[in-house]
């Protein structure tokens, strides 16, 4: 590595976190007015040998993450995974995007009586994003808004598409 060029510290890139949250289920949808709880754990940073050699380009390789989000009044749960990418906006602040896939115990073609959204097919995107804040090295808090969807026209075959919206509080603890 370059003299000039900052070294790699330890960082959360490089270790497991959990994260657990609540909030807003189906903002915008028919399943608007309940909440959902949602459990995720981010993975250590994918990593290829030395690249990025410059650790101000870390943001750009994603870490995996799993998850899902569980309604607390019986409408669509969901189960996903992709890649998550964090940006540091200060030493504290991050902002992230996420991008993946899903599969929901939802309605395919909509349930009005039962509110339950019109999703179209099993398999769909996962998609949003978080602003965040470090509390310490090890906790951090963050707002999330979370997308499921199929896409609109993307997927062939999912004649739906209403998605689902969340806004949820999430807390994170790395190890």
Aim: aromatic share 16%.
């Amino acid at each position: 590595m370059a003299a000039d060029q900052p070294q790699r510290a330890d960082s959360f890139r490089d270790r497991f976190e959990l994260r657990f949250g609540a909030g807003l289920h189906g903002v915008g949808s028919v399943e608007k007015g309940t909440a959902a709880f949602n459990p995720e754990l981010v993975f250590p940073q994918l990593r290829f040998g030395d690249w990025p050699a410059d650790p101000r380009w870390d943001f750009i390789v994603p870490r995996l993450h799993i998850g899902g989000v569980f309604n607390f009044a019986g409408r669509t749960n969901y189960f996903y995974f992709g890649g998550l990418w964090t940006y540091e906006v200060t030493n504290r602040l991050f902002v992230e995007g996420f991008l993946g896939g899903a599969t929901h115990d939802g309605s395919l073609i909509g349930d009005p009586a039962n509110n339950r959204a019109a999703l179209g097919c099993r398999l769909l995107f996962h998609s949003g994003g978080s602003i965040g804040y470090r509390l310490s090295p090890q906790w951090s808090v963050m707002f999330t808004f979370d997308h499921l969807s199929n896409g609109d026209a993307v997927l062939d075959g999912c004649p739906r598409n209403q998605g689902l919206n969340e806004y949820l509080v999430r807390v994170g603890y790395s190890f």
